[in-house]
Structures are given as C-alpha cells and as structure tokens.
C-alpha cells in the first residue's frame, strides 16, 4: 500500500537521527555582537499567560552566549494553560531560542518551578538537550558552590505574611494585568517597557516584609545544606544581598521586572536588567554600521 522509504526521513549521512530544520537556521545578519557570560539564569517568564514579555526575553536570549542556561522554573504557566489555551508565536520563538541554545553547545538545566510543577514528574530526563531537574548545585568560576531552587517550597516557612495572600491574590492578578494595558499604552507613545506592578511591590509594606522573611527563608536552607549561597527565582524580586554567611541571589522574572542573574567568566555574578537595558539604548539609539561588528 505505501512505500514506507518515501514516508521515513533518509538517514543523515552522519548517521545521526535527522532534527527540526530551523535548530540550524542562521541568525539575522549584521546582528549586535553578543555578550558571553559564563552562566545565565532567569525564572518565572510565565509563558502561556498575557503579562508575558516574551520578545523582550527572545532579545536577550538572542544578544548572549553562554555556557551554562538555568531555566529556574515556573517557564511555562500550567496553572494558567489548564483554564484556556494562551500560545501567542512570540512564545513559541522563546522556547525555539532555548533549543537553538542547547543544540549550539550551551547546557540547559532546567528546575521545575511551581506553575509547571506537572514537569516535576519527569526530572532526570534530558528534551531536546534540556536536563529537567528538581535542584541543582552550581559552581562558580571563583569555586563557590551555590544551591540552585525555583523557591516555593518556602511559602508556607515564612510566617509574616503567606506570598499567596498577596501573589495569589485577584489584586495582584489585576495588578499584572494592569501593568499588560499600561505597557500597551506606553507602546503607542513608543515608550520603553516599565513595570507598574514591580513599581508598587516595592512600596507596600506587606510585600516589602513578606520579601526580606523570604530571603532569610532561603538562606537558611543554604547555611543548612552547607552551599556557600543560593539562586532561586518565584518572588519575582531580582535581588544580589548577603545573608549572614551565604549569599542569596534572586534572577527576578520576565513578567514583571525582565531580570537575569549573569556569572562573569571570573565568577563575579551581577543582575542584568533588559528593560533598563534597552530603556537606555532607546535614549541612544545605535546607528545603524555600528550594528555590524
Ligand atoms: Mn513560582
């Protein structure tokens, strides 16, 4: 009935079983020199839901090379996908970036978070040339061994106030709906992206105590497993700060504050702001043959 030689790919000649065609496709040219860092980790970029600044993480997804990529969970928001289907394509090109990254030699570790807990089931094993795991252990450049955690295992340690009473809540839920239609507004005017919700959360008292217990939550489960500090993502509160003898590092989110944590190649770590970033090239825009490097 059918001649299954025409219905099989042909062997590739390396012998290796054939992949998607556009992992190989190039990069536009003349594109910006990309920065390399040694290590890359960003969190919470909630795809599937409308508060979502997908291009403006395929941006910087597109201007960084890296050896390592910490996707610090909650990627993917399954919580939001179960009530109705959310895939804009621009979502579709984060994940594709993030395969084209692995495919090109960066390894990708990928801790489930909470909002895609479902992938929990499956750590240990590697799509696409993406590890899914539970928690990592990284280690510097400069020989410092941090804890890598999405966070929410300590929602219900920190006493003061529950993150879901705040987080969780439909105030917050309309806050970062809120923050879609006042970006959309300040596109219209071509203004650069700035988030109304990151604005607030760090002016309300609640949430500015709920953060700091947190952090102390969190360092404490690194003093305790003997790591030297530790990198989680969940409160979407980019953050570099020392806590007693370890260092808490939060990469932030893509929902709210566009944040990534970056290690240097001599292991100095700092937080990258890429609506900041791009605010400022907005002030001073490149011409354009200095685009070409
Ligand atoms: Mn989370």
Not at 1 to 7: I, R
Not at 200 to 209: E, F, G, I, S, W
Not at 214 to 225: C, D, G, I, Y
Request: hydrophobic share 45%; with cysteine; aromatic share 10%.
């Amino acid at each position: 009935m059918f001649d299954t030689a025409t219905l099989l790919d042909p062997p590739a000649a390396t012998g290796r079983p054939s992949i998607p065609d556009w992992l190989d496709l190039p990069d536009p040219r003349g594109f910006r020199p990309k920065r390399k860092v040694r290590t890359v980790w960003i969190s919470d970029i909630h795809l599937g839901t409308r508060g979502c600044n997908a291009a403006l993480l395929v941006d910087f997804l597109r201007a960084i090379e890296c050896e390592t990529l910490y996707l610090v969970g909650d990627i993917v928001d399954g919580w939001r996908l179960r009530k109705g289907w959310y895939w804009p394509d621009a979502h579709n090109e984060v994940i594709r970036r993030i395969l084209k990254m692995a495919h090109r030699g960066t390894r990708v570790v990928f801790v489930a978070g909470n909002h895609d807990e479902v992938l929990r089931d499956y750590a240990g094993l590697t799509f696409g040339g993406v590890e899914l795991v539970l928690e990592a252990i990284h280690e510097t450049a400069d020989g410092r061994r941090l804890l890598v955690q999405h966070g929410d295992a300590y929602d219900g340690v920190v006493l003061y106030a529950r993150w879901l009473a705040f987080l969780g809540d439909k105030a917050y839920g309309l806050l970062l709906r809120l923050n879609v239609v006042v970006n959309r507004v300040r596109r219209m005017f071509r203004l650069p992206y700035w988030s109304l919700s990151s604005y607030l959360k760090k002016r309300v008292k609640n949430a500015v105590q709920y953060v700091s217990n947190f952090e102390e939550a969190v360092a404490q489960e690194a003093l305790s497993r003997g790591a030297d500090g530790i990198v989680c993502g969940h409160i979407h509160c980019a953050e570099i700060r020392r806590i007693g003898a370890v260092t808490y590092y939060n990469d932030g989110d893509w929902v709210e504050s566009c944040t990534a944590l970056v290690e240097e190649a001599d292991g100095r770590m700092h937080i990258l702001d890429w609506a900041e970033e791009n605010r400022r090239a907005a002030a001073n825009p490149v011409r354009e043959g200095e685009l070409v490097a």
